[in-house]
Nanobody, 124 residues
Framework: VQLQASGGGLVQAGGSLRLSCAASGRTFSSYALGWFRQAPGKEREFIASIVRSADSTIYADSVKGRFTISRDNAKNTVYLQMNTLKPEDTAVYYC??????????????????WGQGTLVTVSS
């Protein structure tokens, strides 16, 4: 599967952005999906994940209550709604798809496919 992330940009602190990640292929619903981010000089970190059926999500503590992950299997797209953005949210955001089951969705090694990343910059 190929993933294409979009929706990044420059926003002021307190603002909102919605990231999208469109996937190719007809087996989108068979993948668990996640969003990660990587700030300059830092390791890639988990942000949010959503299972195949969309009835379970996980969030990093740093974004809980501010970010929402969702998916539309009919459109082969996963979204990340980001509200109340902070300067520390500045990073390149990556979407990822996991084909294998029974792995921890907070670990980068659990994902088999990655998008190219979209830059989010939050100004203070």
């Amino acid at each position: 599967v190929q993933l294409q992330a979009s929706g990044g940009g420059l926003v002021q602190a307190g603002g909102s952005l919605r990231l999208s990640c469109a996937a190719s292929g007809r087996t989108f619903s068979s993948y668990a999906l996640g969003w990660f981010r990587q700030a300059p000089g830092k390791e890639r970190e988990f942000i949010a994940s959503i299972v195949r059926s969309a009835d379970s999500t996980i969030y990093a503590d740093s974004v809980k209550g501010r970010f929402t992950i969702s998916r539309d299997n009919a459109k082969n797209t996963v979204y990340l709604q980001m509200n109340t953005l902070k300067p520390e949210d500045t990073a390149v955001y990556y979407c990822a798809a996991a084909a294998r089951r029974w792995l921890s969705l907070v670990e980068t090694k659990s994902y088999d496919y990655w998008g190219q990343g979209t830059l989010v910059t939050v100004s203070s």
